[in-house]
């Protein structure tokens, strides 16, 4: 429990090394700290104290010669890491660090820590800090898109349909595998104004498929009317952020909007049981009560929430990334 209390110093530690640009700064070389403190501008005895802080967590190596070298935690700190780990600090310690600080006032209210804490949701906080929202916005896309093998994996009705709609669907990092694996398919990305133009460049960086050719570009709001015609429609990662009032419009808008034979597919992670089953779900849900004022669902919560839209579930099935694919027709 000491080191759990304590590991705010880790924390610390790795964010202050990324936005110094340390690990991408030092890359393959072994620097002194006077020598990587000249290129920074920073105190060298004071910044040697810090190496050697960075070499405790195996972000830094200190050498015999009194050199310091990245070791693979300051590989896996990079930008162009494959582990997101970059971003992830940054947005932990930006944007969630002093709403979970304040957790006690969502105990007490009922109400998101983050909007006690910054004065509005962080839906609107994201789009009025312009840079803040671009990096979540990149993170959720590099986390769609790696765990986009594990979901084709076991998303059996994407073959057998011809139009598959993302709602919400952020840059599109999942509609992207979903079509160069599936060449017969076309999409529709329906998402906000911003984010639409935001997923553009991300889609042109796979021109090579003509992903824009075969993806429509549909702006809108999912709480007023989604006017997309589909076979497959797909929810990832959506319906955890808003609670069961909210919840249950969205899927409304979308059983509103699907047409005879349409499938949708909820692709979340589930709430076990019991608390030791899935300790990950449990903290996903604790962070969406903290930060959205949404939560995690179980089986039956989701069973009663497709109910109540007008939808039945037709299947679940697990995938390797620890998300569970739900997927209702209608009822």
Not at 18 to 29: A, N, S
Not at 72 to 82: E, M
Not at 216 to 227: C, K, N, Q, R, S
Not at 247 to 266: K, Y
């Amino acid at each position: 429990m000491r080191l759990q209390i304590e590991a705010y110093h880790a924390s610390a530690l790795a964010y202050a090394a990324v936005k110094l640009g340390l690990p991408d700064r030092m890359g393959e070389r072994a620097l002194t700290a006077k020598q990587l403190a000249a290129e920074l501008g920073l105190s060298a005895p004071h910044l040697f104290r810090f190496l050697r802080g960075l070499t405790t967590l195996g972000i830094c190596r200190e050498l015999p010669d009194g050199t310091f070298a990245l070791a693979p935690g300051g590989w896996s700190l990079r930008s162009d890491s494959h582990s997101r780990l970059n971003k992830k600090v940054q947005i932990v310690v930006e944007q969630y660090w002093r709403p979970w600080a304040d957790l006690v006032s969502c105990l007490k209210t009922g109400k998101p820590a983050f909007d006690h804490v910054f004065g509005m949701s962080v839906t609107d906080w994201r789009r009025e800090n312009a840079e803040q929202g671009l990096m979540f916005a990149s993170y959720l896309t590099d986390e769609t898109f790696a765990q986009g093998g594990s979901i084709l994996e076991v998303l059996e009705c994407a073959a057998e349909a011809k139009k598959i709609a993302h709602i919400g669907g952020g840059c599109g990092a999942l509609l992207t595998p979903l079509l160069i694996g599936f060449p017969h398919l076309t999409g529709v990305l329906f998402e906000t104004p911003h984010m639409i133009e935001t997923a553009k460049p991300f889609l042109q960086v796979f021109d090579q498929f003509h992903l824009l050719d075969r993806i429509e570009l549909v702006p809108g709001d999912f709480f007023e009317a989604i006017p997309v015609k589909a076979d497959l429609y797909l929810l990832k990662n959506v319906l955890q952020q808003w609670n069961d009032a909210e919840a249950l419009a969205i899927l409304r808008n979308i059983r509103s909007a699907m047409p005879e034979g349409a499938r949708l597919a909820v692709i979340e992670r589930l709430m076990p049981e019991r608390a030791g089953d899935d300790p990950a779900a449990v903290m996903v849900d604790l962070h969406m009560m903290t930060i959205t004022g949404g939560r995690t669902r179980s089986l039956d919560d989701f069973k009663s929430l497709l109910a109540g839209a007008g939808l039945t579930l037709a299947k679940t099935t697990p995938t390797t990334s620890g998300l569970a694919v739900i997927e209702a027709i209608p009822a």
